[in-house]
């Protein structure tokens, strides 16, 4: 009796764990791409003030470069992209807590990030460029530096670099005082990355400055992606793969560049 109850029992165990076993695999096989797809939209976050990624225009409507990518990303998962806007502070935070499938806000790849969440093939390179009035023949490598003044943020990683060249630095509030400063001879030049400098010159084309120089090191920007959603990002590689092929992020970039920065070269 005692043979036939223990057995019984372990039977009963067997088959409730089976039915667990398939629950639990039903409850897991819908994977983000699916639940995407089947709601028909993609949750984007972005900051919307960070221009010219992503910003509103004078109509107050969101635009720019990282969310016109994002908008022709949905539009061939066959989804529409709902954007949340986000302050960046709390922005990883807010991917985190799943209030959003991805984040669309020039996210530098970094071994820290990489280990933490999944990056999308980059979609931005940028580089350090050193930036000179027109005219200036004397500074054409970052050696050049060297006893020269050079107009930074005082706090920024590129003051830093500056300083490491041996520049003088002339403290300034940003990048367009910067520049005001090279024309006005205050001071040789400035350091910044090059998408600034081209979104700089695309906005006052008639500015008398160029890049002297390019730094050897890239910085890859891509979409933000939380970990263990491989599918997902498999399909938003798909994707923008598609995109370059077909011209449409070359042309997005030169919408708000004046060049390609999707690309290393």
């Given at each position: ?50 221009a010219p990624y992503t910003y509103h225009d004078d109509n107050g409507d969101l635009v720019g470069y990282d969310v ?68 200036n023949e004397n500074i054409t490598k970052f050696e050049d530096l060297s006893g020269k003044k050079s107009a930074q ?113």
């Amino acid at each position: 009796m005692r043979k036939r109850t223990i057995a019984a029992i372990l039977t009963s165990v067997m088959i409730i764990g089976a039915l667990t076993g398939c629950g639990n695999k039903k409850s897991t096989s819908t994977d983000l791409l699916t639940s995407i797809k089947d709601a028909g939209e993609i949750k984007i976050g972005t900051e919307g003030t960070y221009a010219p990624y992503t910003y509103h225009d004078d109509n107050g409507d969101l635009v720019g470069y990282d969310v016109e990518i994002a908008e022709a990303v949905a539009e061939k998962l066959g989804v529409k992209a709902e954007f949340v806007e986000t302050k960046w502070d709390s922005i990883i935070a807010g991917l985190d807590a799943k209030r959003f499938d991805l984040i669309a806000n020039q996210v530098s790849i970094t071994e820290e990030r990489q280990e933490k969440y999944s990056f999308s093939t980059p979609y931005t390179y940028t580089r350090g460029a050193l930036v000179v009035a027109e005219a200036n023949e004397n500074i054409t490598k970052f050696e050049d530096l060297s006893g020269k003044k050079s107009a930074q943020s005082l706090t920024s990683n590129w003051g830093a670099l500056a300083e490491s060249y041996g520049a003088e630095l002339v403290g300034t509030d940003g990048f367009n005082q910067s520049i005001e400063l090279v024309l006005a001879g205050r001071a040789d030049a400035t350091i910044n990355d090059n998408l600034t400098f081209y979104d700089y010159v695309k906005q006052k084309p008639e500015s008398k400055v160029k890049i002297a120089a390019l730094s050897e090191e890239v910085s890859s920007n891509a979409f933000l992606i939380r970990k263990d959603n491989d599918t997902f990002v498999k399909a938003i590689n798909t994707a923008l793969d598609e995109l370059v092929k077909d011209g449409t992020i070359k042309e997005i970039s030169e919408k708000y560049f004046g060049v390609d920065v999707s690309t290393q070269e």
